[in-house]
């Protein structure tokens, strides 16, 4: 049966509630409650109800967060699009792991950290998750590649380091562990599609992100940082689709 608009609009309501929560664990999970409560921009510490989710403008600088707002409308839309549209996982496991994944996408773009506490979680989720589709062999079959061919990359990229004595790895040990919770949830061999797919996205975006660096006429900036783990996760979103 077809959802009414009353329903969408339920489900719509719902997931941009999702995204405040999304937003709200991405202030206080990192640096813990007092952090989240300073302003990003002029660092005061504001009291509970300044900070308010970010949704209002700081009351000592006038700064205004989007990402809250970017953030409900995004899960908004994406609860909407998982209710329509039938997906190869149904929608009471995906929605979940569409949030979770979201959650652990804006923590590393902000503070280029994958929290191992959400990854414990996100592990035991997405054992249960594979165990139940797929069963206990095929599941951890894909947590053990997953960890181990991360695990590869990023050796290679330790020894890239060190020859090109750049200050930053390539690649982080949380992508590592991220992998064998992608590999949980994705299961053998899903887990290789869900690798290479990551590692052509992140190509596709550098290289693009080389391109406008000519086309502005300056030189590619060194040693740039570019984040994995969302690229990993939308790699592994599209193929639960
Ligand atoms: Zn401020």
Same mark, same amino acid.
């Given at each position: 049966?077809?959802?009414?608009?009353?329903?969408? &609009?339920?489900? !719509?309501?719902?997931? !941009?509630?999702?995204?405040?929560?999304?937003?709200?664990?991405?202030?206080? /999970?990192?640096?813990?409650?007092?952090?989240?409560?300073?302003?990003p921009?002029?660092?005061?510490?504001?009291?509970?109800?300044?900070?308010?989710?970010?949704?209002?403008?700081?009351?000592?600088?006038?700064y205004? #967060?989007?990402?809250?707002?970017? =953030?409900?409308?995004?899960?908004?839309?994406?609860?909407?699009f998982? %209710?329509?549209?039938?997906?190869?996982?149904?929608?009471?496991?995906?929605?979940?792991?569409?949030?979770?994944? &979201?959650? =652990?996408? @804006?923590?590393?773009?902000?503070? %280029?950290?994958?929290?191992?506490?959400?990854? !414990?979680?996100?592990?035991?989720?997405?054992?249960?998750?594979?165990? @139940?589709?797929?069963?206990?062999?095929?599941?951890?079959?894909? @947590?053990?590649?997953?960890?181990a061919?991360?695990?590869?990359?990023? +050796?290679?990229?330790? /020894?890239?380091?060190?020859?090109?004595? #750049? #200050?930053?790895?390539?690649?982080?040990?949380?992508?590592?562990?991220?992998?064998?919770?992608?590999?949980?949830?994705?299961?053998?061999? +899903? @887990?290789?599609?869900?690798?290479?797919?990551?590692?052509? =996205?992140?190509?596709?975006?550098?290289?693009?992100?080389l391109?406008?660096?000519?086309?502005?006429?300056?030189?590619?900036?060194? +040693?740039?940082?570019?984040?994995?783990?969302?690229?990993?996760?939308?790699?592994?979103?599209?193929?639960?689709?």
């Open positions: 049966m077809p959802l009414g608009w009353g329903d969408l &609009l339920l489900w !719509a309501g719902l997931g !941009a509630l999702a995204g405040l929560g999304i937003s709200a664990l991405a202030d206080v /999970l990192p640096y813990g409650p007092a952090a989240a409560r300073r302003c921009r002029c660092r005061t510490l504001r009291s509970w109800r300044e900070y308010a989710f970010n949704l209002r403008p700081c009351p000592h600088c006038g205004r #967060a989007k990402r809250p707002w970017l =953030l409900m409308a995004l899960t908004a839309a994406l609860t909407v998982l %209710r329509v549209e039938p997906t190869k996982l149904s929608f009471g496991w995906l929605w979940p792991l569409t949030l979770y994944f &979201l959650l =652990l996408a @804006v923590i590393d773009l902000e503070h %280029r950290v994958v929290l191992p506490e959400l990854l !414990a979680v996100g592990l035991a989720y997405g054992v249960a998750l594979g165990v @139940v589709r797929r069963g206990w062999v095929v599941t951890l079959a894909g @947590v053990a590649a997953g960890a061919l991360m695990l590869i990359l990023y +050796g290679l990229g330790r /020894l890239l380091q060190r020859r090109l004595r #750049a #200050a930053e790895e390539p690649l982080g040990f949380g992508d590592v562990l991220l992998m064998a919770v992608l590999g949980a949830v994705l299961g053998w061999p +899903g @887990v290789l599609a869900g690798l290479v797919w990551g590692i052509l =996205l992140a190509g596709a975006f550098s290289l693009l992100l391109a406008v660096c000519a086309l502005r006429g300056r030189g590619w900036a060194g +040693g740039v940082y570019l984040p994995y783990a969302p690229f990993l996760l939308a790699a592994a979103w599209g193929l639960l689709l």
